[in-house]
């Protein structure tokens, strides 16, 4: 029996457009090599669009689309917790429906085709944004994360940030369903033009680029302990012998020239106190890490606890306390055990949402005067403001945690005029041997060229690795291996356009949308008026 397609029933049923742009859109993230599907998925997605009577009926149609992305991409979230993670592709799904019915607004708006869809793109764009700038953030789906694996298409990441490859995708994918549906030829040439001019623009990027000037590098040791992020002390009998066996790693490989040594997010198994008594405690892995740095004269970056002890009048909003009632705070940690200064610490500021940190606590505080929650005791860890890029010989790096990682606002905050090079600690060993672990390594591709710094990274479980400014992979551990290895990291310190003037591209289609929604609903009030 022949099987056939009704291509022409398929592009008339919402439903099947919703399922297959959802597919689409799941295949082009990382692992799969697939980018370019982007670009059918979201004609797809233009076209429920056009075939709603209604905002509501085109975010209805949509949002199976998007919870089979969801799904597809990041499965691995219900791995750690499965009410969290059904939650979290419920909710991020839903939130992905509010720029389709702005899009619904604009595709019915009588203007141009070409002005159509350059705000159908901004309104996507905008909401990439702003998903990444409230407490409930998860911009794991980001249209440009899905080139992550493919640098030397996106070159231009470093003018443009994150948001370029966004734009590329989603104004070619208007375009391309405008002049469909309209029967506009100068439309499909201006969507080939857009489709092909930016990764010229790469491409001719990489040519034109001028050799920096002979660098200084830091020879970097970088451990992977492999350590079981499901057991207490990481499967060790105490948290003594897991620093034991991260300092026998680190000295397999160290040398007289060895200038920092990388461990990875939690891997410091003993929580660290701000408490002036803990330098008294000569077991304390402040102590012992310092004297450490000392001896071997290198710098020790890896991540702890933290518990950041306050005198009462200067306690943050809802504190834990602990039995001498001295308020304080826990916080997911980096830090820099130094041969020559005082140990630094960077207190991580992006949370996970739910997972690490309750969204909006002090608003849900506020707001329940019966006091029916404790909501210190649940808020989670606190949040970190300061940047504190840490100091090692002469240069500056950022040591951002895990999801900081994924924020190029963030990263582009924590960087310092003589940041030489950008540090990444992880433990991705919470979902096991999934996606998410390659994701992330991926992502971490795009910071390298936003910034053009090269990046150290360092993961519990893996993947490990060192990334050159242009993307490229240099180093790359296993996962689920114990490994440690050593690289000489040049340190940088050219500009790159994204890092001087940031998300210059994001604002202008905030505003550009903005402009077209208050434009669109001025016409409308017009239309009711003389109707």
Aim: glycine share 6%; with cysteine; aromatic share 18%.
């Amino acid at each position: 029996m022949i099987f056939s397609f009704d291509y022409h029933r398929i592009w008339h049923s919402q439903l099947w457009l919703s399922v297959i742009a959802g597919l689409l859109l799941g295949l082009s993230f990382p692992p799969f090599p697939f980018p370019f599907l982007s670009l059918p998925s979201f004609v797809c997605i233009f076209r429920i669009v056009d075939l709603s009577s209604s905002a509501r009926e085109a975010a209805f149609w949509s949002y199976p689309a998007f919870l089979i992305w969801n799904i597809i991409v990041t499965y691995w979230l219900a791995i750690a917790t499965v009410p969290a993670g059904i939650a979290a592709f419920l909710a991020n799904s839903a939130v992905m429906t509010l720029p389709v019915m702005l899009q619904h607004r604009f595709q019915y708006s009588k203007l141009p085709g070409w002005l159509i869809a350059l705000l159908q793109a901004g309104a996507w764009i905008s909401f990439e944004y702003l998903h990444h700038h409230w407490q409930l953030a998860w911009p794991w789906l980001t249209i440009g994360n899905s080139w992550a694996n493919m640098p030397h298409l996106i070159q231009y990441l470093n003018i443009t940030g994150l948001w370029g490859a966004s734009f590329w995708i989603l104004f070619t994918a208007a375009l391309i369903y405008q002049a469909i549906s309209n029967g506009y030829q100068r439309l499909a040439y201006l969507a080939v033009m857009i489709f092909l001019i930016f990764p010229l623009l790469s491409f001719a990027l990489s040519w034109m680029k001028t050799p920096q000037p002979l660098a200084k590098t830091q020879q970097v040791i970088v451990v992977q302990p492999n350590f079981d992020s499901y057991e207490r002390y990481g499967g060790f009998s105490s948290g003594k012998q897991a620093i034991n066996h991260l300092l026998k790693l680190s000295d397999s490989l160290r040398t007289p020239g060895t200038d920092l040594i990388v461990w990875p997010e939690n891997a410091i198994q003993r929580s660290i106190s701000s408490l002036s008594s803990s330098l008294q405690n000569t077991n304390s892995p402040k102590i012992r890490l310092l004297e450490k740095t000392r001896r071997w004269n290198v710098n020790i970056i890896g991540g702890s606890i933290y518990y950041d002890f306050f005198n009462p009048a200067e306690a943050p909003p809802l504190p834990y306390y602990n039995h001498n009632n001295k308020p304080y705070l826990p916080y997911n940690a980096a830090f820099n055990f130094s041969p020559n200064q005082p140990m630094q610490v960077y207190k991580k500021h992006e949370l996970v949402p739910v997972v690490e940190r309750v969204p909006y606590i002090y608003f849900l505080n506020a707001i329940d005067i019966f006091g029916w929650v404790d909501w210190n005791s649940i808020q989670g860890y606190g949040r970190g403001q300061q940047t504190n890029p840490f100091s090692i010989g002469q240069t500056h790096t950022p040591a951002l945690i895990c999801y900081d990682s994924v924020f190029p606002g963030w990263v582009r905050q924590t960087m310092q005029s003589d940041s030489g090079f950008l540090t990444i600690i992880t433990n991705d060993g919470w979902w096991g041997n999934t996606s998410g672990h390659a994701q992330h390594f991926a992502y971490a591709r795009l910071r390298a060229i936003e910034f053009g710094r090269w990046i150290v990274r360092s993961a519990n479980n893996g993947i490990s690795g060192i990334i050159a400014p242009d993307g490229s992979i240099m180093e790359k551990s296993l996962y689920d291996h114990e490994t440690v290895f050593k690289y000489e990291v040049p340190v940088l310190s050219r500009t790159t356009f994204y890092k001087q003037y940031g998300d210059w591209l994001a604002f202008i289609f905030l505003a550009f949308t903005a402009f077209g929604w208050g434009w669109t609903f001025y016409y409308n009030l017009r239309l009711k008026r003389y109707a």
